[in-house]
Structure formats: structure tokens, C-alpha cells
């Protein structure tokens, strides 16, 4: 089993930061690919990024990329979610997610392919 809990979640403005994180614990992270979902209120969750093993393989979302960075830090069991110039519609819970499956360089964008998964953190982008 994996645990994981994320943080950093909050009410900000538009065109402000806001840096999430997500603490695993529980197994060997870094045999773990790393993905961020996000649900708005009625909406489907929908993926975000995704980083690979090793962070040598990133994967973004066309909606955040360029403005979202994620990375992780394998020596502390923690992957990141750093959102810049945020706007209304990035509003959403915020989800981590932790997958065994693939290779070193492996990365996904399918919620199907993550087996554990966090409680969320609330994100709330004001106009």
C-alpha cells in the first residue's frame, strides 16, 4: 500500500501561485510515477500532469501546460504541483496519485493506470 496526503491547497487570485505537495509513504517512492488530477464541482475529474519515475519525463495537461510545473524530490517521498498565473477555471479539488506500473520512463495521463490515490486538497482561484 501507498498513503499518500496532499497539501498547499487554498483560495488565491487570479494570476496568483499557489505550490502543492504530495507526501507518500508506505513503499519505495521512486518505484512509483507520479500523477496530479483535478475534479471540479459537477465535472469529471480530469488529468493535470504526470512525472515519471526518476522526473526525467514530465507530462502536462494542454489547459495548464506552460503555466504548471511539476517535479518530485525522491529523497523526501514527495512530489510537487507548482501553479503560477492561475485563473477562475483552474478551481478544483486537487489529486495525487501514485502508479507501479511501466518503466523508469513511464508516464500517463489515464486515471485507469494509477492505483493509489490521495483524499484531494481544495483549490479556489478567485476572480
Known amino acids: 500500500q501507498v498513503q499518500l496526503v496532499e497539501s498547499g491547497g487554498g483560495l488565491v487570485q487570479a494570476g496568483g501561485s499557489l505550490r502543492l505537495s504530495c507526501a507518500a509513504s508506505?513503499?519505495?517512492?521512486?518505484?512509483?510515477?507520479m500523477g496530479w488530477f483535478r475534479q471540479a464541482s459537477g465535472k469529471e475529474r480530469e488529468f493535470v500532469s504526470a512525472?515519471?519515475?526518476?522526473?526525467?519525463?514530465?507530462l502536462y495537461a494542454a489547459s495548464v501546460k506552460g503555466r504548471f510545473t511539476i517535479s518530485r524530490d525522491n529523497s523526501k517521498n514527495t512530489v510537487y504541483l507548482q501553479m503560477d498565473s492561475l485563473k477562475p477555471e483552474d478551481t478544483a479539488d486537487y489529486y495525487c496519485?501514485?502508479?507501479?506500473?511501466?518503466?523508469?520512463?513511464?508516464?500517463?495521463?489515464?486515471?485507469?493506470?494509477?492505483?493509489?490515490w490521495g483524499q484531494g486538497t481544495q483549490v479556489t482561484v478567485s476572480s
Open positions: 512525472i515519471s519515475r526518476g522526473g526525467g519525463r514530465t
Open positions: 508506505g513503499r519505495t517512492f521512486s518505484n512509483y510515477a
Open positions: 496519485a501514485a502508479s507501479g506500473y511501466g518503466s523508469t520512463w513511464w508516464v500517463s495521463a489515464s486515471s485507469k493506470d494509477y492505483d493509489y
